[in-house]
């Protein structure tokens, strides 16, 4: 059980375009999600947190309106990258922390987003 | 904000041998999860083991242990009888108890850890 998925696992688009990311939890139900952000052989940066059916609270740096969350349901939250730009080219990867656990938090495979 | 160091850019072992890899904190927090995870090539994020910071005794889950200093804000991970299959980059990750940041995890920059045949 606990598990979370990303589709698409990868995608690559054209620079200028927008490309929307999905976050599944498959079994159980998730208040919250986190996305964050990994580039080659560095850690995870958290991005931004959201709680579904409220707006996403972004990290310090992070573009709001570049990156847009949104977690309608309890088992979905999507990440839209707009207007996509070469150096937005990197690993994202969604958490999912199960409702009413503290400590529950599952990860999802990651989709690599290549931006030519 | 609360800051993980992970000092140990890279580390190898031996097949069957024992590595101990370090982790320091730093938070003004007394009540807090701190993380083991492991990401092999593939970068599905993969919970090695879990401790409290409430509880004295150190967490273990089968080869692998911690110990957890929490005055001196440490907590590294030894892993025993090293296998093939524990090559991968390992990450100490913290996460506060209080509910305002949504219990989100801050990652230390992570140990690439090699293991020999």
């Known amino acids: 059980g606990a598990v979370v998925s990303q589709h698409p696992s990868w995608v690559i688009c054209k620079s200028g375009t927008s490309v929307k990311i999905e976050c599944r939890s498959l079994d159980f139900q998730a208040t919250t999600m986190f996305w964050y952000r990994q580039f080659p052989k560095q850690s995870l940066m958290l991005m931004a947190t959201?709680?579904?059916?409220?707006?996403?609270?972004?990290e310090q740096g992070v573009e709001k309106d570049k990156f847009l969350i949104n977690h309608a349901s309890l088992t979905l939250s999507t990440l839209t990258v707009t207007s996509a730009h070469p150096e937005d080219s990197s690993f994202y990867i969604c958490s999912a922390r199960k409702t009413g656990t503290v400590y529950e938090q599952y990860f999802g495979p990651g989709t690599r987003l290549t931006v030519t | 904000a609360q800051t993980v160091t992970q000092s140990q850019p890279e580390m190898s072992v031996q097949e069957a041998e024992t590595v101990t890899l370090s982790c320091t904190y730093d938070?003004?927090?007394?009540?807090?999860?701190l993380f083991w995870y492991k990401q092999p090539p593939s970068r599905q994020m993969i919970l090695v083991i879990r401790?409290?910071?409430?509880?004295?005794q150190n967490a273990t889950e089968n080869r692998f242990s911690v110990n957890f200093q929490k005055a001196a804000k440490s907590f590294s991970l030894k892993i025993s009888d090293s296998q093939l299959g524990d090559a991968a980059m390992y990450f100490c990750a913290y996460r506060s108890a209080i509910s305002n940041s949504g219990y989100a995890l801050n990652f230390g920059k992570g140990t690439s850890l090699l293991v020999t045949p």
């Open positions: 938070t003004s927090e007394s009540d807090y999860y």
């Open positions: 401790q409290e910071a409430y509880k004295q």
């Open positions: 959201s709680n579904e059916g409220s707006k996403a609270t972004y």
